[in-house]
């Protein structure tokens, strides 16, 4: 594979040998839909496995390496029987079906959609996708910036894009053709997701932001998620819980062994 992979990177690669005691194969792939993804050695797997799509462009994609990088070291903190990912099955599917119907009321748009599976799915994995993921990158990015001083103009292009797709996902008619609890969440997410960034890595995207809907439930629960203060898997999966009750989807996924779900990542 013809790869040119930033040294500090090669080096973070190297500490996830080190610190997780197994060695990381390079596979190119075709067809996945991010520039990276991983698949972390689990039992008896003899390696942590790095994806690379054709796709791959960079700085982008050194900044992504790294994310997936230290979601394995982070992982690797726990001892292995009490590694957990989360999971989403049919039965929490019908849960956030149910939840959604309630949004339907008396929109026959929201019930007519809600009888396509498709867009159901992309509703609510989109929102699960969104929950698992954003806790723990949070203290990703913050690592990002005090670790890997030569990614920062990598890292700043992801964050402004995210910064840019929850400004553009704020549109009025975003609001009017999604259910309320998809929009509220995602919003709610998002604005204590980038409040967090500001906060732990001096970034100052709220501060661009004006009359932001729920704003009194996202400082609410932006304060509650500084109080969980320790950079570790365990309260990576607090914190994800603790926005999960408040934003009244816990029921949407389940913790579950390592082992028994999906390694990839």
């Not at 500090?8 to 075709?30: D, I, M």
């Not at 960034?197 to 932006?222: A, C, H, W, Y």
Request: proline share 5%.
């Amino acid at each position: 594979m013809n790869l040119t992979i930033l040294d500090s990177v090669e080096a973070l690669s190297g500490r996830v040998e080190q610190e997780t005691g197994k060695p990381v194969q390079w596979v190119q792939a075709s067809g996945m839909p991010s520039m990276v993804e991983t698949r972390p050695a689990a039992g008896a797997d003899e390696a942590h496995i790095i994806y690379i799509s054709e796709g791959f462009k960079d700085p982008e994609g050194q900044h992504l390496i790294a994310c997936k990088c230290y979601q394995i070291i982070r992982m690797f903190r726990e001892e292995e029987k009490s590694r957990l990912i989360p999971s989403s099955g049919s039965s929490h599917f019908n849960n956030a079906k149910m939840r959604l119907a309630l949004d339907a009321g008396d929109r026959p748009d929201l019930v007519k959609a809600l009888n396509e599976d498709e867009i159901v799915k992309a509703w609510i994995f989109g929102v699960v996708n969104q929950l698992i993921s954003q806790p723990g990158d949070i203290y990703i990015q913050k690592a990002i910036s005090e670790e890997m001083p030569d990614l920062k103009e990598a890292q700043m292009l992801v964050l402004e894009q995210q910064f840019s797709d929850f400004m553009a996902a704020q549109r009025e008619d975003v609001k009017l053709y999604s259910p309320r609890t998809v929009y509220d969440a995602s919003l709610i997410m998002n604005a204590v997701y980038l409040k967090m960034l500001d906060r732990l890595i001096g970034t100052s995207f709220m501060e661009r932001v004006d009359n932001l809907p729920q704003s009194r439930k996202i400082g609410r629960l932006f304060e509650a998620t500084l109080e969980i203060r320790e950079d570790h898997p365990a309260d990576d999966r607090k914190r994800t819980d603790l926005w999960a009750e408040t934003l009244g989807i816990r029921d949407w996924y389940e913790w579950v062994p390592f082992e028994s779900g999906s390694a990839e990542s």
